[in-house]
């Protein structure tokens, strides 16, 4: 007798129930949509489409608790990042492998620059955008509470690719960031809440492009809030990201009033 079609009790094997028990196994095997474990995952940005880069990547962080509905943060990571470093040369990220940053209550994309130190996002926003966009409509991300921030080259073009898609963005944070006055308008800032943190010892990066600029941005209406810090360019990521009511801001979720903003001695950072 062939293998197919077993019926009979007594020969102890019902090719139907095998089947049926083997189908269960590999769905048990497949997560469910919105309960991926936490930590990072790696993906490829296929090509054709909007992708200007000859080549992209990103790592999406996901909490122990991933649903449909979460909000977004969008991170651009600094030179210090280049050559597939994003993940352990950026305070940001590293803060979160070593849980300074505790319980992340938000999807956290790092696009992935693929060039060396000398390599900047100008050639690759029409990426960061088409993936940004995947990522929304893959995770069902709740397009009301999306997020970008970045530090150093990444605070940067944190204005270019937020100015490139006026509206997707609902709070935008650049860190050390100079902005480029020719292609940077503030009605591309229209209904966003904006941050800006320098910092007044900085040697890699001059404020004065931000200070001007966020002027601009409250003379426009715009929610802007300019904060300059006492510290070095290096520092400034360790102090702002630590800021338990800057991460609630970047989560969207509703800051707990405990009285105290952890690593700020009780006050927020620059009040």
């Known amino acids: 007798m062939g293998v197919t079609g077993y019926r009979t009790?007594?020969?102890g094997t019902v090719r139907v129930f095998g089947?049926?028990?083997?189908?269960?196994?590999?769905?048990?095997?497949?997560p469910a949509r919105g309960s991926?474990?936490?930590?990072?995952?790696?993906f490829e940005q296929p090509y054709g489409g909007k992708l200007t880069s000859p080549y992209m990547w990103y790592w999406i962080y996901f909490p122990e608790k991933t649903e449909p509905g979460m909000p977004l943060v969008v991170y651009l990571h600094s030179t210090h990042g280049c050559s597939n470093q994003a993940l352990t040369h950026e305070k940001f990220t590293a803060m979160i492998n070593d849980g300074t940053i505790q319980d992340p209550q938000a999807l956290i994309l790092v696009p992935q620059l693929p060039g060396g130190f000398d390599d900047d996002w100008s050639m690759a926003i029409g990426s960061v955008?088409?993936?940004?966009e995947r990522v929304i409509e893959e995770y069902q991300v709740d397009e009301t509470r999306v997020a970008l921030t970045g530090f150093s080259l990444g605070g940067v073009y944190v204005w270019d690719v937020a100015a490139s898609t006026p509206g997707r963005y609902t709070r935008l944070m650049s860190l050390c960031g100079r902005v480029h006055y020719l292609r940077i308008h503030e009605e591309a800032f229209e209904g966003v809440e904006v941050r800006a943190y320098t910092a007044r010892r900085d040697e890699a990066v001059s404020p004065a492009t931000v200070i001007n600029f966020m002027e601009k941005l409250e003379q426009a209406g715009v929610d802007a809030?300019?904060?300059?810090?006492?510290?070095?360019?290096?520092?400034?990521p360790g102090?702002?990201?630590?800021d338990r009511e800057v991460q609630e801001w970047l989560w969207m979720q509703p800051a707990q009033d405990t009285g105290e903003s952890?690593?700020?001695?009780?006050?927020?950072i620059g009040e």
């Open 239 to 242: 102090a702002v990201y630590a």
């Open 19 to 30: 089947m049926a028990l083997f189908l269960a196994a590999l769905l048990l095997l497949i």
């Open 262 to 268: 952890e690593g700020t001695d009780g006050e927020g």
């Open 129 to 132: 955008n088409n993936i940004v």
């Open 225 to 236: 809030t300019h904060v300059e810090l006492e510290l070095k360019h290096a520092e400034v």
């Open 36 to 42: 991926r474990a936490e930590g990072w995952e790696r």
């Open 9 to 11: 009790r007594g020969e």
